[in-house]
């Protein structure tokens, strides 16, 4: 029998000393320094222009936006950005993706990008969404982390 010995660090072990600044996060991005962070950013947003209206009129809202990335790649003139944080690059702050308070049919589609792993309630989530589009409205996920959702 192998007796493994598991590796778990504190916080203050932690390489990534910068992790959850999402101010510096942003900055980094927005630096252009980084074309892997550019490039690995653009994969993740680029493809949900092809689900929009070719007049890129539709409006559109990001849940859990963090660091706000989305609004470099996706083309709609009515795409808003949003988090559970207070964030000063978020059009809407403090959201709370499961009880948005948009009225009813607000969006033309929402996008949900790497966040549904941190809902706690994912089946409130969905009919949140559902509210809170229009008829025939998308709701574009990208999800990478695997999750029991």
């Known amino acids: 029998m192998i007796n493994l010995k598991v590796f778990q660090p504190t916080h203050a072990e932690n390489r990534m000393r910068h992790e959850g600044n999402l101010g510096l996060a942003r900055s980094n991005f927005l630096s252009g320094s980084n074309r ?8 993740r947003f680029e493809w949900m222009n092809s689900y929009l209206n070719d007049d890129s009129n539709s409006s559109g809202l990001e849940l859990g936006a963090g660091i706000g990335a989305s609004k470099s790649f996706i083309r709609s003139k009515s795409f808003k950005i949003s988090d559970v944080v207070d964030s000063p690059w978020l059009d809407y702050k403090d959201i709370d993706a499961l009880d948005t308070s948009f009225p009813e049919a607000t969006f ?8 549904l792993h941190h809902v706690a309630k994912p089946s409130e989530f969905l009919n949140e969404v559902s509210r809170i589009l229009k008829p025939e409205g998308l709701l574009l996920i990208n999800e990478a982390y695997t999750s029991l959702f």
Do not use: P, Q, R, T
């Not at 892997?36 to 994969?43: D, I, P, R």
């Not at 033309?108 to 966040?115: E, Q, R, T």
């Open 108 to 115: 033309d589609f929402i996008a949900a990008s790497n966040m």
């Open 36 to 43: 892997n962070l550019h490039h690995l950013l653009e994969s």
